[in-house]
């Protein structure tokens, strides 16, 4: 553990940030699911579920970085890359269906 410092409370905010949009992403996707008829609804919940996942993520290097435990953030960084690469396609797919 050390202590924190301004860069890595900018750091720790950004991924805040990221965690509180994520979140936002993954409650209009499930409202999207809701709203959307049947067989259709697989598709947003599937995005609700990877946005969650990177709101997790998010707050998660966000609070570590916040007390002081710079570490690694290979694991953080991955999954986000997944997340959003996930977010990609699940996109690409919604719009070749949707048309």
């Given at each position: 553990?050390?202590?924190?410092?301004?860069?890595?409370?900018?750091?720790?905010?950004?991924?805040?940030?990221?965690?509180?949009?994520?979140?936002?992403?993954?409650?209009?996707?499930?409202?999207?699911?809701?709203?959307?008829?049947?067989?259709?609804?697989?598709?947003?919940?599937?995005?609700?579920?990877?946005a969650l996942?990177?709101?997790?993520?998010?707050?998660?290097?966000?609070?570590?970085?916040?007390?002081?435990?710079?570490?690694?953030?290979?694991?953080?960084?991955?999954?986000?890359?997944?997340?959003?690469?996930?977010?990609?396609?699940?996109?690409?797919?919604?719009?070749?269906?949707?048309?």
């Open positions: 553990m050390t202590a924190p410092t301004l860069a890595m409370e900018r750091t720790a905010l950004a991924w805040r940030r990221t965690a509180l949009g994520a979140a936002a992403c993954a409650l209009l996707f499930a409202h999207e699911a809701m709203i959307d008829g049947q067989p259709t609804w697989t598709i947003p919940l599937a995005a609700a579920g990877v996942l990177l709101a997790v993520v998010g707050w998660a290097r966000g609070r570590a970085l916040e007390h002081g435990h710079a570490g690694s953030a290979r694991r953080s960084i991955a999954a986000t890359t997944l997340a959003v690469a996930a977010a990609s396609l699940i996109a690409v797919v919604t719009v070749l269906l949707h048309g």
